[in-house]
């Protein structure tokens, strides 16, 4: 569950992007608000897991490098201020991917821009939920990247 909070928004990226001329701007339109709001609904559950139960989790997805007594891993950590901090970044983006779905109906483009909007929620989750502060920049780092490729749309 936790993991698909991350994974959702992702794989909506990649459909869109790499998949958009496959899938059209329809079917886009329906793909990345529908992966925000199942997002959205397993932060719902994350956010009562880990803030009303008082419990936490710890993924590690691999090592990413080790120098010495250093080691640095991709790792994510959910406990109550991230899980609350979940359940806004995602409502707050749902609702930006459903109004922009309308906003958008005429662009031809539109599975693009909601490639981007998914990537800039992917790189959002990734900074709350970052384990160390190396996975947090590249969060932070990401979130530029994704807000220059929507200003720049």
Do not use: K
């Amino acid at each position: 569950m936790y993991g698909c909070i991350l994974a959702l928004p992702l794989l909506s990226f990649l459909t869109t992007c790499l998949g958009g001329r496959f899938i059209g701007s329809g079917g886009a339109s329906y793909l990345a608000p529908f992966a925000v709001l199942v997002a959205l609904f397993f932060s719902l559950l994350a956010f009562f897991e880990c803030s009303i139960l008082t419990s936490s989790c710890f993924i590690h997805v691999s090592s990413w490098f080790t120098a010495e007594l250093f080691a640095c891993n991709w790792s994510f950590m959910f406990d109550g201020v991230t899980a609350t901090m979940l359940l806004v970044i995602s409502g707050v983006s749902s609702l930006v991917h459903v109004y922009s779905t309308e906003y958008m109906s005429n662009d031809p483009h539109r599975a693009r821009f909601l490639g981007y909007l998914s990537l800039f929620t992917f790189f959002m989750l990734v900074l709350v939920t970052a384990d160390n502060f190396l996975i947090m920049f590249f969060g932070w780092e990401g979130i530029g990247l994704a807000s220059f490729l929507l200003i720049s749309f």
